[in-house]
């Protein structure tokens, strides 16, 4: 009965301590998760940059988990290539010590008061921040009452025979970094696993039932079992994306095998325990820290290599996707709840790009169909009607990623930008539909026999330039003036419009014109003023957008360091 009441006692610990934890990283994620997000974007363009980036937000969230997911969302969405990826999982691996640096102060007694004064907080405020604010204190509080709670029901049993025989047999590697990585996949997370052994250490003071000798393989473990979660987040997802979460793997294995080859010739644990004699809990603490610090020295300059290693093991690129309807920067992976934590800033990247990808694929059929009035044959209508049945594709899956954004959690800016996403998206679809229509005069005028007059085809040549122009002013969207320039194109286009008809009507009275020419050419000029407005809509609508550079993602697609 005593074994079960503190069998009972140590998962109550043990699960206060994980909720504690996560409740400390969703308030400061958020107190400053959106922000930290957009530094982990720009501030990765050097490995000295990019490993302090993922060290200080990893130990501001408390989560490299949580850091890894994000990055794998990045590099999906095209924010970051693989060697940003990799010099930023680097980092959060050694700003997740942060907790167990933490665990070893041991201020259990001063425990109670972090933990009342955020619950106060929690309860009698009304401003968000501050109740995040209150829950960090809350969280923290609670993380040394739970280290206290797993700490008191493991001390009857710190010096039992039984327990000592089992952790002795963890000096062997191979065992003690399996038993690592099994448990740290039971709680998902390093630094609650390292938390429990310094609880058994703190429990076992003075008794030399469990030292760093022993623990050492098992902490090893617990570094290469926290990958398991961002392999699982990358099933689904680009090829980038799999190749940093596989980067993730490679680091903790390789600084494994370094490390334990270090352990099995030198004194590593002994150099570890000198640092701090007497403190047992403080010795895993800090040989968490070097494993990753050092390992991240080491293997810093193999960036190059790990990302080759990546490549060899997942071979490939995107461009596999060439010739048949795709997604290039959303997938699948990013519906799941896991991939929540990459945050606003991930979603918004990736449907951004993909709906500029559409614009380029809409463009590029309005030129073909003008065109095709000018010269038509059945290889241009062929390419037509094949881009606009993937526009059609990219108008539904888009609707539908963006669909699914606007059902989550989101700020005022956030909800407008989707909505002006949406709205995009709907107008590219729209002119989609309009050059559908200008092939199908051209095959109408091919058909019957007729012929623009030299004046007519000069108009429509007119038209092709316009319209080209302004749609690159979209595509490119630079500049603060867009929706100014495009509305001036626009207004031009509708004066054209107007002119255009007006001439019209003098080819006719003076019989240039045939009358079944003039009704399709007048067609024509309908849809070239509605062509006009949808790319008034869609400048109107971009300015609710943040700007994003799909470049960089094309070049993390070829390996090529941005």
């Known amino acids: 009965m005593e074994l079960f009441t503190s069998i009972l006692a140590l998962l109550s610990g043990l699960a206060i301590f994980m909720y504690s934890m996560k409740m400390t990283s969703g308030g400061l994620?958020?107190?400053?998760?959106?922000?930290?997000?957009?530094?982990?974007?720009?501030?990765?363009?050097?490995?000295?940059?990019?490993?302090?980036v993922g060290a200080g937000v990893t130990a501001l969230i408390q989560s490299s988990t949580a850091v890894t997911v994000m990055v794998i969302g990045f590099v999906n969405a095209g924010l970051l290539d693989l060697h940003q990826a990799l010099w930023v999982i680097m980092g959060a691996n050694i700003g997740t010590n942060?907790?167990?640096?933490?665990i070893a102060f041991d201020i259990g007694e001063f425990a109670p008061i972090l933990a009342v004064v955020g619950v106060f907080i929690v309860i009698f405020t009304r401003n968000k921040k501050f109740k995040s604010m209150g829950e960090i204190l809350t969280g923290l509080g609670f993380i040394f009452i739970s280290m206290n709670i797993m700490k008191d029901a493991m001390a009857p049993y710190a010096g039992d025979p039984r327990l000592t025989g089992l952790l002795s047999r963890m000096d062997n590697p191979l065992l003690g970094i399996l038993v690592g990585i099994i448990f740290v996949n039971i709680i998902s997370s390093s630094a609650a696993a390292v938390g429990v052994l310094q609880a058994l250490a703190m429990a076992a003071a003075g008794s030399g039932a469990i030292d760093?000798?022993?623990?050492m393989y098992i902490i090893m473990g617990f570094n290469i079992g926290t990958c398991v979660t961002a392999l699982l987040s990358s099933i689904g997802t680009t090829k980038m994306a799999a190749r940093a979460a596989l980067m993730h793997l490679f680091f903790n294995v390789i600084g494994t095998i370094i490390f334990t080859g270090a352990a099995l010739v030198l004194p590593v644990a002994h150099w570890i325990e000198l640092l701090s004699p007497n403190d047992v809990a403080r010795q895993f603490a800090n040989f968490h820290l070097a494993f990753n610090l050092i390992g991240t020295l080491i293997l810093l300059p193999a960036g190059d290599l790990i990302v080759r290693l990546v490549n060899l093991c997942i071979p490939g690129d995107e461009s596999e996707k060439e010739g048949q309807q795709h997604l290039e920067y959303l997938s699948p992976a990013m519906l799941r709840p896991d991939f929540k934590i990459a945050g606003s800033p991930v979603y918004t990247t990736a449907v951004t790009n993909e709906v500029k990808r559409m614009l380029e694929m809409a463009a590029g059929n309005v030129g073909k169909s003008l065109n095709?009035?000018?010269?038509?044959n059945d290889k241009i209508q062929q390419e037509i009607e094949e881009c606009e049945e993937y526009i059609d594709y990219l108008n539904k899956e888009i609707s539908y990623y963006i669909s699914h954004?606007?059902?989550?959690?989101?700020t005022e800016d956030e909800a407008l930008t989707y909505s002006a996403l949406f709205k995009i998206t709907g107008n590219i679809e729209r002119m989609g539909d309009h050059?559908?229509?200008?092939?199908?005069?051209?095959?109408?005028?091919?058909?019957?026999?007729?012929?623009?007059?030299?004046?007519?085809?000069?108009e429509i040549e007119s038209m092709m330039d316009i319209i080209s122009k302004t749609e690159k002013i979209l595509i490119h969207n630079d500049g603060d003036d867009i929706h100014i320039r495009v509305a001036k194109a626009e207004q031009k286009i509708d004066d054209m419009t107007d002119q255009y008809r007006i001439n019209q009507l003098e080819r006719m009275k003076t019989g240039i014109c045939s009358g079944e020419a003039c009704v399709i050419y007048s067609e024509m000029l309908t849809d070239f003023e509605r062509l006009g407005d949808h790319m008034l809509n869609i400048a109107e609508a971009q300015e609710r957008v943040p700007e994003t550079d799909p470049e960089t993602y094309r070049k993390a697609r070829h390996g090529q360091q941005a």
Do not use: P, W
Not at 33 to 49: E, M
Not at 98 to 102: A, G, K, M, R, Y
Not at 212 to 215: G, I, P, R
Not at 372 to 376: K, P
């Open 405 to 410: 954004c606007l059902t989550q959690e989101l």
């Open 372 to 376: 095709a009035v000018l010269d038509n």
């Open 29 to 52: 994620e958020a107190v400053a998760g959106n922000k930290l997000k957009g530094v982990l974007q720009k501030l990765t363009d050097n490995r000295i940059k990019g490993v302090g």
């Open 212 to 215: 760093l000798e022993h623990a």
């Open 435 to 458: 050059a559908i229509n200008i092939a199908g005069y051209a095959n109408m005028i091919q058909s019957k026999g007729l012929k623009f007059s030299d004046i007519a085809r000069g």
């Open 98 to 102: 942060i907790t167990s640096q933490l």
